[in-house]
Each structure stands twice: as structure tokens, then as C-alpha cells.
């Protein structure tokens, strides 16, 4: 189909929630996408943080091809081998012990916000049940996950939501001590917050607020969905930090493009859930199972955490670089592992099309920041051609 096709039988068939890119996908391979004309392009978001072992990874499909043969789907009602071999991968990255499976980041968010208020309830025996978060952060767009995120921009129209929620300001660690209630359960974040610009919490912050959660018997959640599996150049993102959240919850890069979403907790935390409790009917089959096992298996083999943290590192170096060359166009580059912010002095709409002209795929967030989510196995030149490719963009001597 030409672009205009794909537009017009778009605008006649679905509904109007996405803004998209003024380009149809007709296919994809590694770190590279290719549209409708034959048109190759360099993939610097990978499904916003999803592919993060790159587009039809051979050995995920191979995988997917032999459980599609094997078993699909028979819910939640039985024991399944896929279902137990993930749980047990994916608590091998970090301090958890339980795992949750589910479909997306939203309904991780939303086990996670649960799993809180009925543990303080049942287990501690205590009327929690107020969710704090902070500003600039994203959560999802369920109600209760547009509640904790607290933004008027997405929350427009949907009103009344679910109450429990209370947000402070990010950094504002006296903020936080001040909104502190009897009735407060869990502090609930991003240690990057991916929507809000590429905003990486300070360390002293982020520990003062899990201390904060030891002394006043409040959870702490961390919010991995973006940051997670290794993007930052950790398994997780909380890890730079010395902190052990009692539940984390993650999904995007799970499956490497297949609906998968997890909310992982400690053995404590666990006891809040109960038979019945809560349950989910696709969460955890045996095809997205099989894809996620893939998708850890080939992380952990070829070191994809070490090399994001890696290749990160030089990213900034090259991109700081460039705004040495380019001086007053960007304010800022910022990120951790391969979860890269640049920020424009400028608004970036017109910085962001002229890439995509040029053939980088990338996200902008924020009005002027350039959000790269790439693959974690992205080979570095196609990093160091987009460098090239932002200079001439930006323009000056």
C-alpha cells in the first residue's frame, strides 16, 4: 500500500488514539525497519524499549515456531512447564522471589497497586491504601495507572478516577516526608522516567525514600516497565541504586514484541495475594512464556546488559560531543545504559522530522527531548551515523 492508502484505510477502521509517524512499516530485521516504498531506516526506538534484542530475532522466532506446535493456550487453570521456566529466569536477575505474569506494563502497574493495598489491609491488618508517586512520571492508562500518573494532559475526559492516590514533586524528598499519611501503603516510581524526559532520580533521593519506606512500614514498587531487562545497563534500574524494592513490575521488553507484562515481588509482599485474589486469563501462556524465555536466554548469553551499559557510555561521550560542536542546541544529554535523553534548547519538532527524513527512527518526548530507546544489540555505527546525522541537523558552524 502507498502511505496515503494506508492513511485514508486508517482513518476509516480504527480509532483516533494514535498520533503516528508520517510512514507505514512494512517490515523489520535487527535495528532496522523498512516502509512501504523499500525505504530502510535505522530503529532507534524499538517499539518504544520492546525489541530490545532487535526485530525478528532468529532464535526467538525458532522458539515461538516450536511452542505454537507444542501448546498456545489453556489458561491460568493449569500447571504449564513455559510459565514455571520463566518465573524462574526472570527472579534469577534480581532479589524477588514471586512472580506475576500478565499482558502489558499497565496491568503489571495495576497487580502491583493491588498486591500493596491488600497486603497492608490483610496481612498487616492495617487501613492502607494510599499509592504516592511523583511528578513527571508515567504508569499506564488504565484508570488506576492514569491515576498514579497524574497527569491532567492524559487524564483529560475520563474523570471521576479511583482514589488512593497522592503525587509530590520528584527530588522533593521534604515533599515527600509531608505527604505521608496513616493511610499511606506504598511509594510508587520510576528510577528513569522515560515519558517525563529521559529524568534520572538521584541516588541519595532514591535511597532516602526507601528508607523512608523501611520506617514507616510503607512498600516500595519501582516501576521497571521501561527501564528494566536490562536498558540501563543493569538487569534492572533500581540495582545503580543499592535498593531493594518489594515490587517491581515490568513488561516491554519481555517478550521482544509479544504481550507479556510481570509484577515480580518479594516473599513477603506475596502474602497479600491469595486463591482467588487476582487473576488474569492470557497472562503467562505458553507462547508468550516460550518468547520470554528466548528473549532472557539471549540477554544473559551474549552480556546485552554489560554492553548497554558500555555502549551507553560512549553514546553520551559522542553525543556530548556534539553539543560541543553544535554550541547552544542542546541543553543536555542524560541517560543510563542505552536509555538516552537529548535535550533540545529548542523545541524538537522540526529536529525530530528531518531525522526520520534522513532515516533515524526516534522518539521526542517532552516537546525537545529526543528519546533513543534502541535495540541492545545495536551495532555502534548506526549509533555514530545518527551522531552525524544530528549535527548536520542542528545546523550552525
Not at 505454537?68 to 513455559?82: A, C, D, G
Not at 528510577?191 to 532516602?208: K, S
Not at 512498600?219 to 515490587?247: C, K, M, N
Amino acid at each position: 500500500m502507498s502511505l496515503a492508502e494506508l492513511q485514508s484505510r486508517t482513518e476509516q477502521v480504527l480509532c483516533r488514539t494514535y498520533a503516528r509517524y508520517p510512514m507505514g512499516v512494512r517490515s523489520a530485521k535487527g535495528s532496522r525497519i523498512w516502509d512501504f516504498d523499500g525505504r530502510e531506516y535505522v530503529d532507534l526506538l524499538a517499539g518504544i524499549a520492546v525489541t530490545g534484542v532487535g526485530h525478528c530475532h532468529p532464535e526467538i522466532n525458532a522458539a515461538v515456531s516450536r511452542q505454537m506446535e507444542k501448546l498456545v493456550h489453556v489458561s491460568n487453570l493449569f500447571y504449564q512447564e513455559e510459565q514455571i521456566l520463566l518465573a524462574e529466569k526472570i527472579l534469577s536477575t534480581l532479589h524477588c522471589s514471586k512472580a506475576f505474569f500478565c499482558n502489558s506494563g499497565a496491568e503489571a502497574n495495576e497487580a502491583a497497586i493491588k498486591l500493596a493495598r491488600r497486603y497492608q489491609r490483610k496481612i498487616r491488618g492495617q487501613e492502607r491504601y494510599e499509592i504516592i508517586t511523583l511528578t513527571s512520571c508515567f504508569h499506564g492508562r488504565t484508570l488506576a495507572a492514569l491515576a498514579a500518573t497524574g497527569q491532567a494532559r492524559l487524564q483529560d475526559g475520563f474523570a471521576p478516577f479511583p482514589q488512593g492516590f497522592r503525587q509530590v514533586e520528584a527530588g522533593n524528598l521534604a515533599a515527600l516526608k509531608d505527604a505521608l499519611r496513616p493511610e499511606s501503603a506504598a511509594i510508587m516510581l520510576e528510577v528513569v522516567q522515560g515519558e517525563g524526559g529521559v529524568r534520572i532520580l538521584d541516588r541519595d533521593y532514591l535511597r532516602a525514600i526507601a528508607a523512608l519506606c523501611q520506617e514507616h512500614g510503607l512498600l516500595l514498587i519501582a516501576d521497571e516497565v521501561q527501564a528494566g531487562l536490562g536498558r540501563s545497563g543493569r538487569w534492572w534500574g533500581f540495582q545503580h541504586y543499592g535498593i531493594t524494592p518489594d515490587i517491581v513490575t515490568s513488561a516491554k521488553a519481555l517478550a521482544n514484541g509479544l504481550p507479556m507484562g510481570a509484577m515480580l515481588c518479594t516473599e513477603e509482599a506475596a502474602k497479600g495475594f491469595d486463591f482467588g485474589s487476582h487473576a488474569t486469563t492470557f497472562g503467562g501462556g505458553a507462547l508468550c512464556s516460550a518468547a520470554a524465555l528466548a528473549t532472557l536466554e539471549i540477554m544473559e548469553r551474549d552480556r546485552l546488559p554489560e554492553r548497554a551499559a558500555s555502549l551507553g557510555s560512549w553514546a553520551k561521550e559522542r553525543f556530548a560531543a556534539t553539543s560541543a560542536r553544535r554550541p547552544g542546541k542542546i541543553r543536555e544529554v542524560r541517560g543510563l545504559g542505552l536509555f538516552l535523553g537529548i535535550e533540545l534548547a529548542e523545541p524538537g519538532r522540526e529536529v525530530w522530522e528531518e531525522l526520520l527524513r534522513k532515516g533515524f527512527i526516534l522518539n521526542l518526548t517532552q516537546e525537545r527531548v529526543l528519546r533513543l530507546l534502541p535495540a541492545l544489540n545495536i551495532p555502534e555505527a548506526d549509533l555514530e551515523a545518527f551522531a552525524v546525522a544530528l549535527e548536520e541537523c542542528l545546523g550552525g558552524k
